[in-house]
């Protein structure tokens, strides 16, 4: 028997067996007629003894398959009838355990699932590119084309290259953002000079739009950010604006000072969204109803990843005038 094997067990029994003769002999020299009573007396609390350890041997047992079974998927493991002394802080501390493997299992299963769904995403973007330049390769073969067609054909082929670079680069930094090895370096920077430096890469395509970008800022504002990536968040809020309003409008920008917060506000004059992409603005890959052609999904991702990692917030509304509004905001303190 199991219970019998066990070394404390084997020690219990053997440390009795030394009393039971030990006060045995005692009561013989003293009174042999009271030897049966102290015999008795002592079998008998011994034999309580190795029942409630028998017990506790026994639930600890249970305890041990419950936890088998938990570790091989059974998540319907109830450890409620283990209520009594020690058993309890163990009991505890498994319901703790129990919970926290519960909710990893499920963490892990959906982000296996994202990790699909990015996959998926991801070789759906490249694929077609890849396949636009397959075609142009096959073209250029063609040794009837002219100078001048073989030109613009090596001109759509370096733009659908630069367009896989910039989807490839844009997935990477998400991808070390999320995972952490990237680091954020926050430190005092004017707002006016990141907004600044957020415009400058942009400025030639609102001027073939012929669209103006004004900014309202407080020259002496100050925040807190990691300059570079800040811009780049907001080169690519700015970036959207541009591409969804009409040409000849204007692209605002301000920023509000309020008491626990700095509200940065961009503004375009387009169509704005329709009310059932909202939600899903900052989703990755996610390709509203008014998408441009080759937009792959990512820049407002990124946005969001770069503004959130620095304790901010960002959310996309349509103006009341008509347009599309995004306010981001830093929390005193967080940003």
Not at 63 to 86: A, N, T
Request: glycine content about 6%; charged content about 25%; aromatic content about 6%.
């Amino acid at each position: 028997m199991d219970f019998i094997r066990n070394k404390e067990v084997k020690r219990q029994i053997v440390v009795s067996s030394i009393l039971i003769l030990f006060w045995g002999g005692i009561g013989i020299i003293v009174d042999s007629k009271a030897v049966w009573i102290v015999l008795s007396a002592i079998i008998s609390s011994s034999a309580v003894s190795l029942f409630f350890t028998y017990q506790r041997y026994k639930k600890i047992a249970d305890f041990s398959l419950h936890i088998d079974r938990l570790l091989h998927g059974d998540e319907k493991i109830s450890f409620g009838q283990f209520q009594e002394g020690e058993l309890s802080v163990l009991h505890d501390e498994i319901s703790k355990m129990t919970r926290r493997l519960i909710e990893q299992a499920e963490a892990l299963k959906m982000e296996k699932g994202n990790l699909a769904n990015a996959l998926a995403d991801i070789s759906h973007q490249l694929k077609t590119p890849l396949t636009s330049l397959n075609i142009l390769n096959a073209s250029l073969c063609n040794e009837e084309l002219t100078d001048e067609e073989r030109y613009e054909l090596i001109r759509e082929q370096t733009m659908l290259l630069s367009r896989m670079e910039w989807l490839i680069a844009t997935l990477l930094k998400i991808s070390k953002l999320d995972a952490g090895t990237i680091t954020l370096k926050p430190q005092a920077v004017y707002l006016k000079d990141v907004v600044e430096k957020a415009i400058r890469p942009l400025e030639i395509a609102a001027e073939l739009k012929m669209q103006t970008i004004t900014q309202v800022i407080p020259a002496e504002l100050k925040l807190s950010l990691d300059t570079d990536w800040t811009a780049e968040a907001l080169g690519n809020v700015i970036k959207n604006c541009i591409e969804h309003s009409p040409e000849g409008s204007t692209i605002e920008i301000k920023a509000i000072e309020r008491p626990l917060l700095t509200q940065i506000i961009i503004e375009d004059s387009g169509t704005g969204f329709q009310e059932k992409d909202i939600p899903h603005l900052f989703d990755r890959f996610y390709q509203g109803s008014g998408s441009t052609i080759g937009n792959a999904g990512l820049g407002l991702a990124l946005a969001k990843t770069i503004i959130v990692n620095q304790g901010g917030v960002i959310q996309a509304k349509n103006r009341e005038s008509g347009g599309a509004k995004f306010e981001i905001c830093f929390y005193r303190g967080t940003a």
